[in-house]
Every structure is written in C-alpha cells, then in structure tokens.
C-alpha cells in the first residue's frame, strides 16, 4: 500500500508531480490560453462586484491561503485577507455582499474551518471550498467548490494537499483575472504554460533528494533551525519550518528575511542551521544582504535558488538548485526540498514519520 516507498509521506511527496497534473486536468482550454472553471457558478455580476476576498483555513493549508492572497491581489488587485479560521470566528470580521470567502481544508472536516464557514453562510457571504475529500462536510456545504485532486493523503504531515492546493489557488485566480478582466488577464496564458509544465519540474527537484538526505542527518541531531525568505518565499518558509517541527520535533522558526534584525538575530550562533529561499527575483539583493547577517553571526546557510544562480554559492554554505520557473509559481516546487528535509530529518531522528505524537490527521474538535 506504500508503493515501495517506506512511509506513507514520502510516497506522497512523490506523488506530487501526478496529483499537481489531476489537478490541472480539465481545467485549462484546449488552446491553453484560458482558465475553464465550470464547477464555479457564481450568480450573475457577482465575479465583477467582488470587492473583499477573505481566505480562511488552519496550518498548512492557511500556508498555502497565504500564497493564494499574493497571487489573487498580483492578478486581479482585489484585496484578500487571509486568516486563521480559529481567529477568524471569534473576532467581528468586516463583510459584505460583495465579500467572497474561500475555505481551504484538505480533509473539509476541520472544526475550526467548518465553523467559519457555516459563519459565513449565515451572514449570507458567499463560500467557496477548495478541498481534497468529495462527500467531505466542506465540499457539502459551501456554495461552490473546487476540488484538488490529489487522492487520499493518509500521512498526517501535509503534503501533496499542499501543492494541489497552491495549483488550484493560481487557477483561480488566473480565472478570478481573466472573468474580470483585470491587469493580470494578460498574464493569464503564461501562467498557464508554466503550470503544465509544473509536474514535469516538480519530478526534477525530487531528484533533490539525496543532497538533501545527506544534510538531514548531518544536521537532525540540533534543536534549532531558521527557515528565512521574503514574498512567496516566506509564505513556503513557514510551511517548511511547520513540516520540520511537525515530524522531526527540532525547534524551527521561520522568519520574513528582513524582519531577523528586529529581534531574532540574537539567536543566530555559530552553527545554527539556517535555510535561506531566494527564488523571488526582485527581492534577491535584499534577502542576500540578510543572508550575510546570519553569516557574520557563523550560522550555516543552506540556499535554495534557481538552477543557472551562480552567484549565491559564494554567499552560502551549501546551495539546493531547482528549476528556474516564473517566479511567481516558485512557492510548488520550493516547498519541495522543505518537505523532504523535514521528512528525511523525523528518519534520522527515529520518529513515527507518518504518525507523529499528538496529532490526528483531521481535526474535527475546537
Ligand atoms: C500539517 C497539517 C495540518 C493541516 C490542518 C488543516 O502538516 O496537516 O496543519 O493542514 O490541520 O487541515 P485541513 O486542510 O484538513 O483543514
């Protein structure tokens, strides 16, 4: 039932390049160019009126409700909100009849998730659901939903829901921009184009995997890691660094890369583990310039960076290279390696990788 593979995750983490093409399928016109979204029926005018998105989710797939916020506001300048769904629904959050919510929930069973859509629903807001499970309470009760076709996810650490969730984020909103024709409508059919040509890159960085197997068990015997990036790259860092925690038990923290220097850096020392994300292009000489502060305190820095960047290796210790995409679409295949660290690190550490202590796979209580 593992194909081969020796836990559950690392199957899943394999299966990533399939479960980003299901999730593609069907979903692009046969010319390439536009978005088709059939299972989204929004009454009429409503796609033009929407004026407020709010994003709704917990853990990692409010991570990936933190890409979907930079890729809808990049595309479309609606602005979104993106929220835990456990804070979401004991605050008074702002809505309108032109407020749009999105739930992200693999498993559409979590508590907290339901609650703020049921929320939602009562004040008459709109719900979109993208979720993983057809039947699942979410996918029932929202009044449109876009599924992720990433099949069963048995492992408790997050995955492939992951990257299927970012997949259907981006097409939405390409589809958001090209139904509203607004600034990002042009950009539409490259996005389109990169994203078929994603599992095909995806399947590249997992050849990753023995660089980064090889790092896991030198460094799996600290307690202490940072993850720091900035843009997308600190949305993916956040997910890493929950991923590390989540089955190897270290210590992680991610960071936005220039934010270190308002307090954090006093816990850079000699030797700590730092794992820097430079894939955003026009933030590469900022983030470079925080990696030379964790390198002056002595950290070890392992850089993931666009295959052909030759100029990070001298900044460095160690560098991770993935296939150059448009960077706005980074966020799939970065997270990759961070999965595979996180997952090679529970290995070297002993742990029960596919059921680590204290957690259950859906949270259906508050
Ligand atoms: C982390 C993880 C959890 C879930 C969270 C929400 O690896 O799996 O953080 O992402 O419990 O679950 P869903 O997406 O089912 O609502």
């Not at 508590?111 to 929320?119: E, I, N, S």
């Not at 509203?180 to 184009?193: N, Q």
Request: charged letters at 25%; glycine letters at 6%.
């Amino acid at each position: 039932e593992k194909g081969g593979y020796d836990h559950f995750m690392l199957k899943e983490i394999h299966e990533q390049p399939k479960a980003i093409s299901d999730t593609l399928t069907g979903r692009i016109s046969e010319d390439g160019t536009k978005v088709v979204f059939d299972e989204v029926q929004f009454p009429a005018g409503f796609v033009k009126d929407i004026d407020r998105i709010h994003i709704l989710a917990c853990g990692t797939s409010w991570h990936a409700g933190m890409v979907g916020k930079h890729a809808i506001e990049k595309l479309t300048r609606i602005p979104v909100d993106c929220e835990i769904a456990s804070e979401y629904r004991y605050r008074d959050p702002i809505v309108s009849k032109n407020t749009l919510m999105v739930v992200i929930t693999q498993s559409g069973e979590t508590a907290d998730t339901l609650a703020a859509l049921r929320q939602a629903k009562e004040q008459g807001t709109r719900v979109l659901a993208i979720t993983n499970v057809v039947g699942s309470s979410a996918a029932r009760e929202a009044d449109d939903v876009i599924f992720t076709w990433a099949g069963p996810e048995i492992s408790v650490a997050s995955t492939k829901a992951y990257t299927t969730q970012l997949t259907a984020l981006y097409l939405f909103a390409g589809w958001l921009a090209q139904e509203r024709e607004s600034v990002g409508a042009s950009e539409v059919p490259a996005i389109l184009t990169a994203l078929r040509d994603m599992p095909a890159n995806a399947e590249k960085v997992l050849e990753t995997a023995p660089a980064i197997q090889a790092f896991a068990k030198e460094w799996s015997s600290r307690e202490h890691a940072f993850f720091i990036g900035r843009g997308l790259d600190y949305a993916v860092s956040l997910e890493g660094s929950l991923k590390l925690k989540e089955i190897s038990y270290m210590h992680a923290e991610a960071y936005a890369a220039g934010e270190l220097k308002h307090g954090t850096l006093a816990l850079i020392v000699e030797d700590i583990p730092v794992i820097a994300l430079v894939t955003q292009d026009d933030l590469y000489e900022k983030t470079l310039s925080n990696i030379q502060e964790v390198k002056a305190r002595d950290a070890f820095v392992l850089a993931l960076a666009w295959s052909g960047d030759q100029q990070i290796a001298k900044s460095v210790d160690q560098v991770i290279h993935i296939p150059k995409v448009n960077p706005f679409l980074a966020p799939i295949l970065a997270v990759i390696p961070l999965q595979l660290l996180a997952y090679y690190a529970s290995v070297a550490r002993g742990n029960d990788v596919d059921n680590p202590r204290n957690l259950a796979k859906s949270v259906t209580v508050e």
